[in-house]
Protein backbone atom coordinates (compact mmCIF):
# COMPACT_ATOMS: atom_id res chain seq x y z
CA UNK A 1 0.00 0.00 0.00
CA UNK A 2 0.91 3.36 -0.72
CA UNK A 3 2.18 5.44 2.54
CA UNK A 4 0.48 8.24 2.65
CA UNK A 5 2.68 11.53 3.44
CA UNK A 6 2.23 14.19 5.85
CA UNK A 7 2.66 16.81 2.88
CA UNK A 8 -0.09 15.14 1.29
CA UNK A 9 -2.03 15.49 4.36
CA UNK A 10 -1.15 19.33 4.76
CA UNK A 11 -2.30 19.73 1.29
CA UNK A 12 -5.30 18.07 1.84
CA UNK A 13 -6.27 20.34 5.23
CA UNK A 14 -5.42 23.70 2.21
CA UNK A 15 -8.42 21.67 0.33
CA UNK A 16 -5.95 21.70 -2.91
CA UNK A 17 -8.04 19.29 -5.23
CA UNK A 18 -5.10 17.13 -6.28
CA UNK A 19 -3.97 16.37 -3.21
CA UNK A 20 -7.18 15.10 -2.57
CA UNK A 21 -7.87 13.11 -5.67
CA UNK A 22 -4.40 11.32 -4.28
CA UNK A 23 -5.43 10.72 -0.84
CA UNK A 24 -8.28 9.55 -2.60
CA UNK A 25 -6.84 7.43 -5.48
CA UNK A 26 -4.81 6.02 -2.66
CA UNK A 27 -7.24 5.04 0.22
CA UNK A 28 -11.27 4.73 -1.43
CA UNK A 29 -10.46 1.03 -2.77
CA UNK A 30 -9.49 0.04 1.29
CA UNK A 31 -12.63 2.19 2.57
CA UNK A 32 -14.86 0.84 -0.37
CA UNK A 33 -13.59 -2.92 0.89
CA UNK A 34 -14.69 -1.89 4.70
CA UNK A 35 -18.26 -0.08 3.95
CA UNK A 36 -18.83 -3.23 1.88
CA UNK A 37 -17.57 -5.46 4.88
CA UNK A 38 -20.48 -3.78 7.51
CA UNK A 39 -22.97 -3.07 4.95
CA UNK A 40 -22.57 -6.55 2.62
CA UNK A 41 -24.30 -4.44 -0.95
CA UNK A 42 -22.12 -2.74 -3.30
CA UNK A 43 -24.40 0.18 -4.18
CA UNK A 44 -24.70 1.09 -0.55
CA UNK A 45 -20.74 0.61 0.14
CA UNK A 46 -20.02 2.82 -2.67
CA UNK A 47 -22.32 5.59 -1.24
CA UNK A 48 -21.47 5.64 1.94
CA UNK A 49 -17.36 5.40 0.71
CA UNK A 50 -18.60 8.64 -1.11
CA UNK A 51 -20.29 9.77 2.31
CA UNK A 52 -16.82 9.03 4.42
CA UNK A 53 -14.63 10.80 1.86
CA UNK A 54 -17.19 14.21 2.08
CA UNK A 55 -16.80 13.82 6.23
CA UNK A 56 -12.78 13.24 5.72
CA UNK A 57 -12.17 16.25 3.72
CA UNK A 58 -14.92 18.11 5.49
CA UNK A 59 -12.95 17.18 9.03
CA UNK A 60 -9.53 16.62 7.63
CA UNK A 61 -8.46 20.42 9.40
CA UNK A 62 -9.59 18.50 12.69
CA UNK A 63 -7.07 15.45 12.27
CA UNK A 64 -4.42 15.42 14.71
CA UNK A 65 -0.61 14.29 12.44
CA UNK A 66 0.28 11.93 15.94
CA UNK A 67 -2.84 9.51 15.45
CA UNK A 68 -2.75 7.23 12.41
CA UNK A 69 -4.14 8.77 9.63
CA UNK A 70 -5.79 5.46 7.46
CA UNK A 71 -7.28 4.37 10.88
CA UNK A 72 -8.56 7.54 11.34
CA UNK A 73 -10.07 7.67 7.74
CA UNK A 74 -11.21 3.84 8.18
CA UNK A 75 -12.91 5.27 11.72
CA UNK A 76 -14.88 7.74 9.90
CA UNK A 77 -16.48 5.36 7.46
CA UNK A 78 -17.14 2.37 9.84
CA UNK A 79 -19.09 5.08 12.12
CA UNK A 80 -21.21 6.09 9.02
CA UNK A 81 -21.55 2.33 8.02
CA UNK A 82 -23.69 2.11 11.97
CA UNK A 83 -24.98 4.99 11.37
CA UNK A 84 -26.77 3.57 8.32
CA UNK A 85 -27.21 0.19 9.70
CA UNK A 86 -29.09 1.38 12.56
CA UNK A 87 -31.28 3.77 10.19
CA UNK A 88 -32.54 1.30 8.11
CA UNK A 89 -32.77 -1.39 10.69
CA UNK A 90 -34.51 -1.19 13.68
CA UNK A 91 -32.96 -4.25 15.40
CA UNK A 92 -30.43 -6.32 14.03
CA UNK A 93 -29.97 -8.69 16.99
CA UNK A 94 -32.34 -11.89 16.69
CA UNK A 95 -33.68 -12.97 20.33
CA UNK A 96 -32.81 -16.40 19.79
CA UNK A 97 -29.37 -15.58 19.20
CA UNK A 98 -29.44 -13.85 22.18
CA UNK A 99 -29.10 -16.84 24.11
CA UNK A 100 -26.35 -19.05 22.17
CA UNK A 101 -24.35 -20.89 24.06
CA UNK A 102 -22.68 -23.07 22.04
CA UNK A 103 -18.99 -23.03 21.94
CA UNK A 104 -16.74 -22.95 19.30
CA UNK A 105 -14.44 -26.17 18.24
CA UNK A 106 -11.12 -24.19 18.56
CA UNK A 107 -9.25 -27.26 17.60
CA UNK A 108 -9.24 -26.71 14.41
CA UNK A 109 -6.04 -24.80 13.80
CA UNK A 110 -5.06 -26.07 10.25
CA UNK A 111 -7.92 -24.12 8.28
CA UNK A 112 -4.91 -21.52 7.01
CA UNK A 113 -3.75 -24.19 5.06
CA UNK A 114 -7.43 -23.41 2.93
CA UNK A 115 -7.01 -21.77 -0.37
CA UNK A 116 -9.91 -19.34 0.66
CA UNK A 117 -9.75 -16.60 -2.28
CA UNK A 118 -9.86 -12.72 -0.65
CA UNK A 119 -12.82 -12.42 -2.98
CA UNK A 120 -14.24 -15.34 -1.25
CA UNK A 121 -13.69 -14.65 2.51
CA UNK A 122 -15.45 -11.34 1.62
CA UNK A 123 -18.56 -12.96 -0.03
CA UNK A 124 -19.04 -15.31 2.84
CA UNK A 125 -18.89 -12.40 5.44
CA UNK A 126 -21.49 -10.53 3.68
CA UNK A 127 -23.70 -13.38 3.47
CA UNK A 128 -23.89 -13.67 7.65
CA UNK A 129 -26.56 -12.20 9.45
CA UNK A 130 -25.92 -8.76 10.18
CA UNK A 131 -25.40 -8.66 13.79
CA UNK A 132 -23.32 -11.49 13.06
CA UNK A 133 -21.24 -9.88 10.50
CA UNK A 134 -20.95 -6.35 12.63
CA UNK A 135 -19.77 -8.25 15.72
CA UNK A 136 -17.38 -10.59 13.63
CA UNK A 137 -15.82 -7.28 11.62
CA UNK A 138 -15.42 -4.87 14.93
CA UNK A 139 -13.29 -7.52 16.62
CA UNK A 140 -12.03 -9.73 14.28
CA UNK A 141 -11.24 -7.25 11.19
CA UNK A 142 -11.01 -3.88 13.07
CA UNK A 143 -9.80 -5.10 16.06
CA UNK A 144 -12.44 -3.35 18.94
CA UNK A 145 -12.57 -5.01 22.14
CA UNK A 146 -16.21 -6.40 23.32
CA UNK A 147 -16.42 -3.85 25.62
CA UNK A 148 -16.67 -1.14 22.98
CA UNK A 149 -18.63 -3.21 20.43
CA UNK A 150 -21.18 -3.04 23.24
CA UNK A 151 -21.07 1.21 23.35
CA UNK A 152 -20.95 1.09 19.59
CA UNK A 153 -23.78 -1.00 18.96
CA UNK A 154 -25.44 -0.71 22.09
CA UNK A 155 -25.48 -4.24 23.41
CA UNK A 156 -24.25 -5.85 26.01
CA UNK A 157 -20.78 -7.15 26.03
CA UNK A 158 -22.14 -11.26 26.74
CA UNK A 159 -24.55 -10.33 23.52
CA UNK A 160 -21.51 -9.13 21.63
CA UNK A 161 -19.29 -12.33 22.77
CA UNK A 162 -22.16 -14.62 21.96
CA UNK A 163 -22.77 -12.60 18.14
CA UNK A 164 -19.25 -13.09 17.90
CA UNK A 165 -19.09 -17.10 18.80
CA UNK A 166 -21.59 -17.76 16.30
CA UNK A 167 -20.48 -15.50 13.48
CA UNK A 168 -16.89 -17.60 13.86
CA UNK A 169 -19.21 -20.68 14.10
CA UNK A 170 -20.54 -20.07 10.71
CA UNK A 171 -17.49 -18.89 9.08
CA UNK A 172 -15.70 -21.98 10.20
CA UNK A 173 -18.28 -24.07 8.93
CA UNK A 174 -17.61 -22.64 5.46
CA UNK A 175 -14.08 -22.90 5.69
CA UNK A 176 -13.86 -26.77 6.68
CA UNK A 177 -16.70 -27.43 3.77
CA UNK A 178 -14.06 -25.79 1.70
CA UNK A 179 -11.45 -27.46 2.79
CA UNK A 180 -13.28 -31.04 2.28
CA UNK A 181 -13.95 -29.89 -0.88
CA UNK A 182 -10.05 -28.98 -1.28
CA UNK A 183 -9.01 -32.88 -0.25
CA UNK A 184 -12.06 -34.51 -2.61
CA UNK A 185 -10.52 -32.67 -5.41
CA UNK A 186 -7.00 -34.11 -4.64
CA UNK B 1 -5.86 -12.78 19.08
CA UNK B 2 -6.40 -16.77 17.88
CA UNK B 3 -5.02 -17.85 14.20
CA UNK B 4 -8.63 -17.99 12.68
CA UNK B 5 -8.97 -14.36 13.07
CA UNK B 6 -5.71 -13.21 11.68
CA UNK B 7 -6.06 -15.32 8.84
CA UNK B 8 -9.34 -14.40 8.28
CA UNK B 9 -8.45 -10.72 8.85
CA UNK B 10 -5.36 -10.66 6.39
CA UNK B 11 -7.82 -12.75 3.45
CA UNK B 12 -10.56 -10.16 3.72
CA UNK B 13 -7.83 -6.99 3.97
CA UNK B 14 -6.21 -8.00 1.20
CA UNK B 15 -9.31 -7.37 -0.60
CA UNK B 16 -9.53 -3.68 -2.79
CA UNK B 17 -12.59 -2.83 -4.00
CA UNK B 18 -12.58 -0.37 -7.06
CA UNK B 19 -14.93 2.88 -6.77
CA UNK B 20 -16.76 3.92 -9.51
CA UNK B 21 -14.90 6.42 -11.91
CA UNK B 22 -17.21 9.10 -11.02
CA UNK B 23 -17.61 9.21 -7.52
CA UNK B 24 -14.17 11.65 -6.98
CA UNK B 25 -16.02 14.00 -8.75
CA UNK B 26 -19.37 13.19 -6.99
CA UNK B 27 -17.56 14.18 -3.84
CA UNK B 28 -15.99 17.28 -4.71
CA UNK B 29 -19.34 18.63 -6.15
CA UNK B 30 -21.04 17.60 -2.57
CA UNK B 31 -17.87 19.39 -0.82
CA UNK B 32 -18.96 22.89 -2.72
CA UNK B 33 -22.42 22.19 -2.13
CA UNK B 34 -21.72 21.90 1.72
CA UNK B 35 -19.49 24.71 1.34
CA UNK B 36 -21.45 27.34 -0.28
CA UNK B 37 -24.77 26.31 1.54
CA UNK B 38 -22.35 27.31 5.09
CA UNK B 39 -21.53 30.59 2.90
CA UNK B 40 -25.47 31.34 2.85
CA UNK B 41 -26.01 30.48 6.20
CA UNK B 42 -23.36 32.38 7.67
CA UNK B 43 -23.91 35.17 5.81
CA UNK B 44 -28.35 34.65 6.80
CA UNK B 45 -27.06 34.14 10.27
CA UNK B 46 -25.70 37.69 10.47
CA UNK B 47 -28.32 38.97 8.69
CA UNK B 48 -31.18 37.38 11.04
CA UNK B 49 -28.80 38.04 14.31
CA UNK B 50 -28.32 41.85 14.11
CA UNK B 51 -32.24 42.99 13.50
CA UNK B 52 -33.17 40.65 16.28
CA UNK B 53 -30.76 41.86 18.87
CA UNK B 54 -31.30 45.44 17.31
CA UNK B 55 -34.76 44.88 18.22
CA UNK B 56 -34.70 43.35 21.38
CA UNK B 57 -31.78 45.80 22.72
CA UNK B 58 -33.44 49.13 21.23
CA UNK B 59 -37.47 48.29 20.39
CA UNK B 60 -38.61 46.13 22.85
CA UNK B 61 -39.50 48.01 26.08
CA UNK B 62 -37.04 47.31 29.31
CA UNK B 63 -38.27 46.67 32.39
CA UNK B 64 -41.80 45.89 31.98
CA UNK B 65 -44.04 45.37 35.14
CA UNK B 66 -47.14 44.26 35.43
CA UNK B 67 -48.59 44.28 38.77
CA UNK B 68 -51.65 41.99 39.64
CA UNK B 69 -54.59 42.71 41.10
CA UNK B 70 -53.88 42.62 44.84
CA UNK B 71 -50.66 45.12 44.74
CA UNK B 72 -53.53 47.48 42.77
CA UNK B 73 -55.17 47.20 45.98
CA UNK B 74 -52.11 48.25 48.10
CA UNK B 75 -51.66 51.40 46.14
CA UNK B 76 -54.98 52.43 47.26
CA UNK B 77 -56.54 52.48 43.91
CA UNK B 78 -53.76 53.85 41.95
CA UNK B 79 -51.29 51.10 40.38
CA UNK B 80 -48.41 51.32 38.34
CA UNK B 81 -49.18 49.31 35.15
CA UNK B 82 -45.92 49.09 33.26
CA UNK B 83 -42.76 51.17 33.60
CA UNK B 84 -40.45 51.34 29.73
CA UNK B 85 -37.15 52.30 29.58
CA UNK B 86 -36.00 53.54 26.60
CA UNK B 87 -32.26 53.18 27.21
CA UNK B 88 -31.11 54.81 23.87
CA UNK B 89 -33.24 57.88 24.82
CA UNK B 90 -32.95 58.27 28.68
CA UNK B 91 -36.50 58.48 29.00
CA UNK B 92 -38.40 56.36 31.35
CA UNK B 93 -42.24 56.30 31.49
CA UNK B 94 -44.59 55.29 34.11
CA UNK B 95 -48.07 54.38 33.01
CA UNK B 96 -50.89 54.86 35.75
CA UNK B 97 -53.80 53.09 35.61
CA UNK B 98 -56.63 53.17 38.14
CA UNK B 99 -58.92 51.21 36.27
CA UNK B 100 -60.21 52.99 33.57
CA UNK B 101 -59.37 55.25 31.84
CA UNK B 102 -55.16 54.77 31.84
CA UNK B 103 -53.33 57.74 32.73
CA UNK B 104 -50.13 58.66 31.79
CA UNK B 105 -48.34 60.87 33.94
CA UNK B 106 -46.34 64.04 32.17
CA UNK B 107 -42.67 64.47 32.12
CA UNK B 108 -41.15 66.75 33.70
CA UNK B 109 -43.76 69.61 34.39
CA UNK B 110 -41.62 72.57 33.87
CA UNK B 111 -40.06 71.17 30.19
CA UNK B 112 -43.60 69.52 29.18
CA UNK B 113 -43.88 69.57 25.47
CA UNK B 114 -46.90 68.05 24.10
CA UNK B 115 -46.76 66.03 20.78
CA UNK B 116 -50.12 67.88 19.76
CA UNK B 117 -48.28 71.47 18.66
CA UNK B 118 -51.49 72.75 19.33
CA UNK B 119 -51.68 72.57 22.85
CA UNK B 120 -48.27 73.25 23.26
CA UNK B 121 -48.03 77.66 23.90
CA UNK B 122 -50.68 77.06 26.24
CA UNK B 123 -49.13 74.51 28.34
CA UNK B 124 -45.76 75.87 28.42
CA UNK B 125 -47.89 79.38 29.63
CA UNK B 126 -49.38 77.38 32.03
CA UNK B 127 -46.32 75.59 33.39
CA UNK B 128 -44.61 78.81 33.26
CA UNK B 129 -47.42 80.68 35.66
CA UNK B 130 -47.23 78.15 37.69
CA UNK B 131 -44.28 76.10 38.10
CA UNK B 132 -42.95 78.07 40.67
CA UNK B 133 -45.83 77.51 43.20
CA UNK B 134 -45.02 73.60 42.68
CA UNK B 135 -43.93 71.61 45.90
CA UNK B 136 -43.11 68.85 46.42
CA UNK B 137 -44.95 66.80 49.31
CA UNK B 138 -44.44 63.98 51.08
CA UNK B 139 -47.76 62.51 51.22
CA UNK B 140 -49.16 59.29 51.09
CA UNK B 141 -47.95 58.44 47.32
CA UNK B 142 -44.63 58.28 49.43
CA UNK B 143 -45.90 54.99 51.50
CA UNK B 144 -46.67 53.81 48.16
CA UNK B 145 -43.67 54.20 46.22
CA UNK B 146 -41.63 52.55 49.78
CA UNK B 147 -44.55 49.68 48.94
CA UNK B 148 -42.74 48.96 45.35
CA UNK B 149 -39.42 49.69 46.58
CA UNK B 150 -39.78 46.89 49.36
CA UNK B 151 -41.36 44.77 46.64
CA UNK B 152 -39.37 44.76 43.49
CA UNK B 153 -35.55 46.21 43.52
CA UNK B 154 -35.99 47.00 39.75
CA UNK B 155 -37.79 50.43 40.53
CA UNK B 156 -35.00 51.66 42.79
CA UNK B 157 -33.94 53.65 40.08
CA UNK B 158 -37.34 55.14 39.01
CA UNK B 159 -38.31 55.94 42.46
CA UNK B 160 -35.69 58.40 42.77
CA UNK B 161 -37.30 60.64 40.26
CA UNK B 162 -40.71 60.16 41.38
CA UNK B 163 -41.86 62.75 43.59
CA UNK B 164 -45.70 63.90 44.70
CA UNK B 165 -46.22 67.40 43.63
CA UNK B 166 -48.86 69.97 44.08
CA UNK B 167 -49.64 72.21 41.75
CA UNK B 168 -51.56 75.27 42.06
CA UNK B 169 -53.81 76.62 39.22
CA UNK B 170 -54.57 79.95 38.27
CA UNK B 171 -57.94 79.80 40.46
CA UNK B 172 -55.82 78.40 42.95
CA UNK B 173 -57.15 75.30 42.74
CA UNK B 174 -54.58 71.90 43.89
CA UNK B 175 -53.31 69.52 41.38
CA UNK B 176 -52.26 66.59 43.02
CA UNK B 177 -49.68 65.05 40.63
CA UNK B 178 -46.83 62.60 40.59
CA UNK B 179 -43.96 63.74 38.68
CA UNK B 180 -41.73 61.95 37.26
CA UNK B 181 -38.49 62.85 35.35
CA UNK B 182 -37.03 62.24 32.05
CA UNK B 183 -40.68 60.76 31.40
CA UNK B 184 -41.44 61.05 27.51
CA UNK B 185 -43.89 63.99 26.86
CA UNK B 186 -47.71 62.32 25.98
CA UNK B 187 -50.47 64.21 24.22
CA UNK B 188 -52.97 65.31 26.71
CA UNK B 189 -56.24 64.45 24.86
CA UNK B 190 -58.59 66.72 27.40
CA UNK B 191 -56.52 69.62 27.29
CA UNK B 192 -59.36 71.93 27.96
CA UNK B 193 -60.79 69.65 30.45
CA UNK B 194 -57.15 69.81 32.60
CA UNK B 195 -56.75 73.54 32.55
CA UNK B 196 -59.71 75.00 33.18
CA UNK B 197 -60.51 71.96 36.01
CA UNK B 198 -61.00 73.75 39.03
CA UNK B 199 -59.69 70.55 40.85
CA UNK B 200 -57.53 68.44 38.88
CA UNK B 201 -56.84 64.95 40.18
CA UNK B 202 -54.79 62.10 38.91
CA UNK B 203 -58.81 60.64 38.24
CA UNK B 204 -59.19 63.68 35.29
CA UNK B 205 -55.91 63.46 33.24
CA UNK B 206 -56.91 61.57 30.43
CA UNK B 207 -53.72 61.05 28.21
CA UNK B 208 -53.96 60.29 25.08
CA UNK B 209 -50.68 58.31 22.61
CA UNK B 210 -50.69 60.35 19.57
CA UNK B 211 -49.67 58.13 16.54
CA UNK B 212 -49.77 54.86 18.55
CA UNK B 213 -49.71 51.69 16.86
CA UNK B 214 -51.38 50.34 20.15
CA UNK B 215 -54.39 52.28 18.51
CA UNK B 216 -53.78 51.53 15.26
CA UNK B 217 -53.70 47.82 15.18
CA UNK B 218 -54.08 46.83 11.45
CA UNK B 219 -52.16 48.33 8.45
CA UNK B 220 -52.78 47.86 4.71
CA UNK B 221 -49.84 49.02 2.18
CA UNK B 222 -48.27 48.84 -1.43
CA UNK B 223 -44.49 47.91 -1.67
CA UNK B 224 -41.92 47.08 -4.21
CA UNK B 225 -38.34 45.76 -3.86
CA UNK B 226 -35.25 45.23 -6.32
CA UNK B 227 -32.52 42.46 -4.97
CA UNK B 228 -29.25 40.81 -6.61
CA UNK B 229 -28.21 37.63 -6.50
CA UNK B 230 -25.15 35.88 -6.90
CA UNK B 231 -26.10 32.44 -8.67
CA UNK B 232 -25.38 29.69 -6.56
CA UNK B 233 -25.22 26.23 -9.05
CA UNK B 234 -24.25 22.98 -7.70
CA UNK B 235 -24.27 19.66 -9.55
CA UNK B 236 -26.82 16.75 -8.40
CA UNK B 237 -26.21 13.71 -10.14
CA UNK B 238 -23.35 12.00 -11.60
CA UNK B 239 -22.34 13.88 -14.78
CA UNK B 240 -23.96 17.14 -14.66
CA UNK B 241 -20.64 19.08 -13.32
CA UNK B 242 -20.28 20.07 -16.90
CA UNK B 243 -23.71 21.83 -16.87
CA UNK B 244 -23.47 23.41 -13.69
CA UNK B 245 -19.90 24.76 -14.41
CA UNK B 246 -21.21 26.24 -17.44
CA UNK B 247 -24.43 27.85 -15.50
CA UNK B 248 -21.89 28.98 -13.22
CA UNK B 249 -19.57 30.72 -15.20
CA UNK B 250 -21.93 31.93 -17.76
CA UNK B 251 -24.97 33.23 -15.56
CA UNK B 252 -23.09 34.77 -12.73
CA UNK B 253 -25.89 36.97 -11.51
CA UNK B 254 -29.64 36.98 -10.93
CA UNK B 255 -32.21 39.86 -10.50
CA UNK B 256 -35.06 40.18 -8.57
CA UNK B 257 -38.07 42.42 -8.14
CA UNK B 258 -41.83 42.21 -6.82
CA UNK B 259 -44.32 44.62 -6.88
CA UNK B 260 -47.24 43.61 -4.10
CA UNK B 261 -49.76 44.31 -1.65
CA UNK B 262 -49.17 43.68 2.70
CA UNK B 263 -51.19 43.82 5.50
CA UNK B 264 -49.92 44.52 8.86
CA UNK B 265 -51.01 43.78 12.43
CA UNK B 266 -49.84 44.77 15.52
CA UNK B 267 -51.02 42.98 18.41
CA UNK B 268 -48.63 44.99 20.83
CA UNK B 269 -46.84 48.49 20.17
CA UNK B 270 -43.49 47.06 19.37
CA UNK B 271 -44.39 44.04 17.61
CA UNK B 272 -45.58 43.55 13.96
CA UNK B 273 -46.77 40.26 12.04
CA UNK B 274 -46.75 41.00 8.62
CA UNK B 275 -48.23 39.00 5.74
CA UNK B 276 -49.35 39.84 1.70
CA UNK B 277 -49.32 39.01 -1.57
CA UNK B 278 -47.48 39.98 -4.45
CA UNK B 279 -45.80 39.60 -8.15
CA UNK B 280 -41.92 38.03 -7.87
CA UNK B 281 -39.56 38.17 -10.66
CA UNK B 282 -36.16 36.56 -11.42
CA UNK B 283 -34.19 37.71 -14.45
CA UNK B 284 -30.83 36.85 -15.55
CA UNK B 285 -29.25 37.19 -18.92
CA UNK B 286 -26.89 34.18 -19.51
CA UNK B 287 -23.86 34.90 -21.99
CA UNK B 288 -22.57 31.30 -23.66
CA UNK B 289 -18.72 32.80 -25.35
CA UNK B 290 -18.14 31.66 -28.77
CA UNK B 291 -16.22 28.67 -28.25
CA UNK B 292 -18.79 27.20 -26.29
CA UNK B 293 -21.30 27.29 -28.22
CA UNK B 294 -19.38 26.32 -31.79
CA UNK B 295 -20.53 23.39 -30.73
CA UNK B 296 -24.72 24.03 -29.33
CA UNK B 297 -27.10 22.06 -31.42
CA UNK B 298 -30.91 23.59 -30.89
CA UNK B 299 -33.69 21.71 -32.39
CA UNK B 300 -35.53 23.01 -34.86
CA UNK B 301 -38.96 23.38 -32.97
CA UNK B 302 -36.44 24.96 -30.06
CA UNK B 303 -36.89 28.90 -29.84
CA UNK B 304 -36.55 31.81 -27.62
CA UNK B 305 -38.67 35.50 -27.78
CA UNK B 306 -35.23 37.00 -26.31
CA UNK B 307 -32.67 34.57 -27.93
CA UNK B 308 -30.26 36.91 -30.22
CA UNK B 309 -27.30 35.67 -32.03
CA UNK B 310 -24.09 37.08 -32.32
CA UNK B 311 -20.63 36.16 -34.01
CA UNK B 312 -19.21 35.62 -30.57
CA UNK B 313 -21.60 34.22 -28.34
CA UNK B 314 -25.25 33.34 -27.19
CA UNK B 315 -26.63 35.74 -24.95
CA UNK B 316 -30.11 34.05 -23.15
CA UNK B 317 -32.59 35.52 -20.70
CA UNK B 318 -33.52 33.31 -18.07
CA UNK B 319 -37.08 34.30 -16.10
CA UNK B 320 -38.96 33.25 -13.46
CA UNK B 321 -42.25 34.63 -12.91
CA UNK B 322 -43.57 33.84 -8.95
CA UNK B 323 -46.59 34.24 -6.53
CA UNK B 324 -44.94 35.19 -3.35
CA UNK B 325 -46.07 35.34 0.05
CA UNK B 326 -44.18 37.19 2.74
CA UNK B 327 -45.20 36.32 6.14
CA UNK B 328 -42.43 38.54 8.66
CA UNK B 329 -42.10 39.04 12.31
CA UNK B 330 -41.57 42.98 13.18
CA UNK B 331 -39.38 44.86 16.26
CA UNK B 332 -40.82 48.23 15.63
CA UNK B 333 -40.40 51.75 17.37
CA UNK B 334 -43.60 52.94 18.73
CA UNK B 335 -44.03 55.53 15.98
CA UNK B 336 -45.13 58.69 18.80
CA UNK B 337 -42.10 60.14 16.84
CA UNK B 338 -42.67 60.93 13.45
CA UNK B 339 -39.63 58.87 12.12
CA UNK B 340 -39.15 55.32 13.80
CA UNK B 341 -37.44 51.81 12.82
CA UNK B 342 -38.55 48.22 11.61
CA UNK B 343 -36.24 45.22 12.10
CA UNK B 344 -38.06 42.14 10.83
CA UNK B 345 -37.21 38.34 10.17
CA UNK B 346 -39.32 36.18 8.61
CA UNK B 347 -40.04 33.91 5.69
CA UNK B 348 -40.84 34.19 1.99
CA UNK B 349 -42.92 31.28 0.06
CA UNK B 350 -42.59 31.73 -3.98
CA UNK B 351 -44.78 29.49 -6.01
CA UNK B 352 -43.56 29.72 -9.85
CA UNK B 353 -46.71 30.74 -12.71
CA UNK B 354 -44.27 31.09 -15.72
CA UNK B 355 -40.74 29.90 -16.61
CA UNK B 356 -38.79 31.22 -19.38
CA UNK B 357 -34.88 29.01 -19.48
CA UNK B 358 -33.73 26.09 -20.82
CA UNK B 359 -32.62 22.83 -20.48
CA UNK B 360 -29.04 20.98 -20.99
CA UNK B 361 -29.62 17.39 -22.55
CA UNK B 362 -26.26 16.49 -23.59
CA UNK B 363 -23.89 17.50 -21.11
CA UNK B 364 -21.06 13.93 -21.08
CA UNK B 365 -18.94 15.94 -23.83
CA UNK B 366 -18.35 19.25 -24.77
CA UNK B 367 -21.42 19.54 -26.71
CA UNK B 368 -24.31 21.16 -25.45
CA UNK B 369 -27.45 19.96 -26.70
CA UNK B 370 -30.23 23.32 -25.47
CA UNK B 371 -33.23 20.60 -26.20
CA UNK B 372 -36.32 21.38 -24.17
CA UNK B 373 -37.68 24.78 -22.67
CA UNK B 374 -37.41 24.32 -19.08
CA UNK B 375 -41.28 24.50 -17.89
CA UNK B 376 -42.55 25.19 -14.15
CA UNK B 377 -42.88 21.68 -13.55
CA UNK B 378 -38.85 21.22 -13.43
CA UNK B 379 -39.28 23.90 -10.27
CA UNK B 380 -39.57 23.51 -6.95
CA UNK B 381 -43.52 24.72 -6.82
CA UNK B 382 -42.45 26.10 -3.17
CA UNK B 383 -39.91 27.71 -2.55
CA UNK B 384 -38.71 28.82 0.62
CA UNK B 385 -36.37 31.93 1.24
CA UNK B 386 -35.51 32.76 4.90
CA UNK B 387 -35.48 36.90 5.05
CA UNK B 388 -34.12 39.94 7.05
CA UNK B 389 -35.53 43.37 6.60
CA UNK B 390 -34.48 46.99 8.00
CA UNK B 391 -37.06 49.44 7.38
CA UNK B 392 -37.14 53.28 8.39
CA UNK B 393 -40.26 54.79 8.87
CA UNK B 394 -42.10 57.89 8.42
CA UNK B 395 -46.08 58.65 9.82
CA UNK B 396 -47.79 61.21 8.28
CA UNK B 397 -51.08 60.90 9.77
CA UNK B 398 -52.47 57.64 9.12
CA UNK B 399 -50.15 57.07 5.97
CA UNK B 400 -46.56 55.26 6.61
CA UNK B 401 -43.79 55.67 4.47
CA UNK B 402 -40.97 52.86 4.85
CA UNK B 403 -37.90 51.92 2.97
CA UNK B 404 -34.79 49.95 3.98
CA UNK B 405 -32.64 47.07 3.13
CA UNK B 406 -33.57 43.45 3.02
CA UNK B 407 -31.24 40.05 2.73
CA UNK B 408 -32.69 36.90 1.47
CA UNK B 409 -32.07 33.52 1.22
CA UNK B 410 -33.05 30.74 -0.34
CA UNK B 411 -33.19 27.51 1.05
CA UNK B 412 -34.26 25.12 -1.15
CA UNK B 413 -33.09 24.71 -4.85
CA UNK B 414 -35.01 26.95 -7.47
CA UNK B 415 -35.31 23.39 -9.15
CA UNK B 416 -36.58 20.24 -7.88
CA UNK B 417 -34.15 18.05 -6.58
CA UNK B 418 -34.31 15.42 -9.13
CA UNK B 419 -32.69 18.38 -11.93
CA UNK B 420 -29.39 18.38 -13.46
CA UNK B 421 -28.17 21.28 -10.48
CA UNK B 422 -29.25 22.61 -7.90
CA UNK B 423 -29.50 26.64 -8.14
CA UNK B 424 -29.47 28.33 -4.89
CA UNK B 425 -29.95 32.42 -4.45
CA UNK B 426 -29.16 34.95 -1.73
CA UNK B 427 -30.49 38.45 -2.56
CA UNK B 428 -29.16 41.53 -1.27
CA UNK B 429 -31.87 44.42 -2.13
CA UNK B 430 -34.23 46.88 -1.08
CA UNK B 431 -37.76 47.52 -0.46
CA UNK B 432 -40.24 50.64 -0.21
CA UNK B 433 -44.03 51.49 0.38
CA UNK B 434 -46.62 52.99 2.12
CA UNK B 435 -49.12 51.89 5.01
CA UNK B 436 -52.41 53.42 5.99
CA UNK B 437 -53.08 52.88 9.55
CA UNK B 438 -56.81 52.18 9.83
Known amino acids: MTKISESLIQECKKQKRTAMAELYTILAPSIKTTCYRYVANVEDAEDLMQESFIQIFSN ?42 NEIDESNDDLESIHLSAAMALEELSKLPTGYRLVFNMYAIDEM ?11 SEGTSRSQYSRAKQQLQQILQLEKQKQNDRV | MIGFEKYYRDLVQSNRMKPKPESFDKIMAALEKKKKRRGGFILFFFGISIPILFGFYQFIP ?31 SIYLKNHKPTYVINDKLNETKPMNQNTSTENKTYNNNNINQTKTMISKNESMLNDLDSNNRTLNKTITHISTSSLQNKDESKVELLKITHLKPFMIKSKTDFLSSKLI ?6 INKPNSLATK ?12 SKNLYTPNIS ?27 NPIPWLGLESGIAYHNFESS ?8 SSLNFIDSFSFANLSSSSTGQRINNKYDFISIPLHLYFQTNPINAFGFEAGVGVLFDIPVSTNSFEIKDFTSDQFLLENKVNNSQLNMFGVSLSTQLNFVYHFRRIAFYGGPYFRYRVNSLYRNEYYFNQNTFFIGAEIGVRYNF
Open chain 1, 145 to 155: SHKEIAEQLGI
Open chain 2, 239 to 265: GSETVSNLRNNSDIYLFNYSLGAKFKY
Open chain 2, 286 to 293: QYIDGVTI
Open chain 1, 60 to 101: ISKYKIERNFEGWCHRIAINLCLKSIRKNKNKFFTSELEHLT
Open chain 2, 62 to 92: KNTIIFSQDKKDTLKGISIVKQTKNRSKRND
Open chain 2, 201 to 206: SLNDLK
Open chain 2, 217 to 228: KFSVGLYSDLGV
